[in-house]
Every structure is written in C-alpha cells, then in structure tokens.
C-alpha cells in the first residue's frame, strides 16, 4: 500500500492504467545503478528520482569543472571542485528525500563489477569512455542484468537496450554483438574533442531513463535488439534492427 504522501507525489504516473499503484510499489522496490555522472547521467538520475525509483546508486570518479554546466545539468557554478556524485545525489535528494540515493566516488573496474551490477535490477550505462563501455557491456551479459547503454556527441546520440544474459532474452544481443569492434579515440572522439550540445544529452539521457522505467514496469515494447540513433541537428531519428552474433565473445556459442 502506497503512502498517502506517496499517492500524491506520483498521482500522475499512478493514475495510469498500465502503472497504478502495482506499478509504484515495483518502481520504489527498484534498484538502479547510473555509471557516470555527466551530460547523460544527470538527466537520468533526476528523471528516476523524480518516477520514485526507490533506491539509485551513482559511480562516477570526477569533479565538477566549468566547461561540464552547458550540459550537466545538476551540477551548479557552487558546486564546481565537488565531486559530480555527491553533487548529482544532493540533487536527487532535494528532489525526493525518500529515496535512497548512494554516490560512489571511483571508476566502475573489475575489482568492484561483479559487486555492484549483481547488487542492482539493471545499469545504465552513461560513461564517457569506450573501455567502460565495454566492460559494462560484458559485466551486464554475464551478470545477467538490463542494461541500457546511451552516447552522444556534437548534436548525435544513439541509444539501446541489452538483455542478452536476462532469462527470457538470450536470444537477443549484446552490446559487443553490436559494436564487435572497439573504437580507438580517433574513430570515436569524445566530447572534450568533438564537442557536444546540452539539450542532446538531455534527449538521450531522458531516453535511458524513459526505458529504464518500462524495464522496471515491464511496460511497452523497450529498445532490446533496436539500436536508436538521434540526429539533433536536423531532429529525426532512425532505427537499426540488431541480431545476436554467434560468434560473438561475450555471448556467442564460442563463449560457452
Ligand atoms: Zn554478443
């Protein structure tokens, strides 16, 4: 049974027919790890704090400097020389005291994967680099955990979903099923090269949040074996069907 504090605070997602007050109690009991706390993780963290996911941790090993505000968007002129974690949870916190919000100051690394992805229901993967990509990648296939990956740079995002290691979903890719070939900085710069427009991570992060929430609800069709790519430039979106690979390392019959 909902509070009835509760019952107002999510009033307009409870209502909904799909999500009532079945729906909440799930979203309250959920538990979310956010890697990164950039462009795309601070859209996530307060949009799940917000939908009163109940407990969301937050890794990300940086401090907030000048050049992250165009975008981050919980992070503050004050805040600057904070850790971006205890600043992004501060904010979720303000926004939901009820939740439980835990920032962990440090990189997501093998000594510390297996402990936190199988702590939580699923991982969002809102990191910056691509060797964290990949371990995120491996480490949610192999813990059997969601994960729902997002990137952007300049005015371009893509996003997906990934639930190769989820009962239920091995048929479906993984995220090294998709991009077999890890990027070298030249071939995918990031944002401190190439740049990159506020509002785009704000899309794509709102996106990771968006399925993040009907994973948790089981609700709708989510970008499981569909990879998003978002042209803010000239504001469409495309669509790229993704099939599992046999041979993949990660998840491919050889692997087993
Ligand atoms: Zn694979």
Redesign the pocket.
């Known amino acids: 049974m909902l509070s009835d504090e509760n019952l107002e605070r999510y009033a307009r997602q409870v209502i909904m027919p799909d999500i009532g007050e079945d729906g909440q109690e799930r979203l309250l009991a959920a538990r979310v790890l956010v890697v990164g706390a950039g462009g795309l993780g601070t859209p996530v963290i307060m949009y799940l704090a917000a939908a009163g996911v109940g407990t969301i941790s937050l890794i990300d090993s940086e401090y907030v400097e000048l050049s992250n505000l165009n975008r981050q968007i919980t992070h503050t002129t004050a805040s600057i020389g904070n850790p971006k974690v205890d600043q992004a949870a501060a904010m979720a916190r303000a926004l939901n005291p009820a939740i439980t919000v835990t920032p962990i100051q440090g990189r997501l690394e093998d000594g510390n994967m297996a402990t936190l992805l199988t702590s939580h229901d699923l991982v969002i993967d809102c990191s910056d680099n691509v060797d964290t990509r990949y371990r995120i990648g491996d480490g949610a296939?192999h813990h059997g955990i969601p994960l729902v990956f997002g990137g952007a740079v300049r005015t371009e995002g893509q996003l997906a979903v990934f639930q190769?290691g989820v009962t239920g979903h091995q048929d479906t890719?993984?995220?090294?099923?998709v991009f077999p070939d890890m990027p070298d900085s030249q071939q995918a710069p990031g944002c401190s090269e190439a740049g990159i427009l506020g509002p785009v991570t704000g899309v794509i992060g709102t996106m990771q949040a968006l399925e993040a929430v009907k994973l948790i609800l089981g609700l709708g069709s989510t970008l499981t074996s569909r990879l998003v790519l978002f042209d803010g430039r000239n504001s469409g979106f495309m669509e790229i069907s993704t099939a599992?690979?046999p041979d993949?390392?990660?998840?491919?019959s050889a692997s087993a």
Do not use: F
Request: charged share 15%; net charge positive.
């Open positions: 296939h190769s890719p993984c995220y090294r099923c599992a690979r993949c390392p990660t998840c491919g």
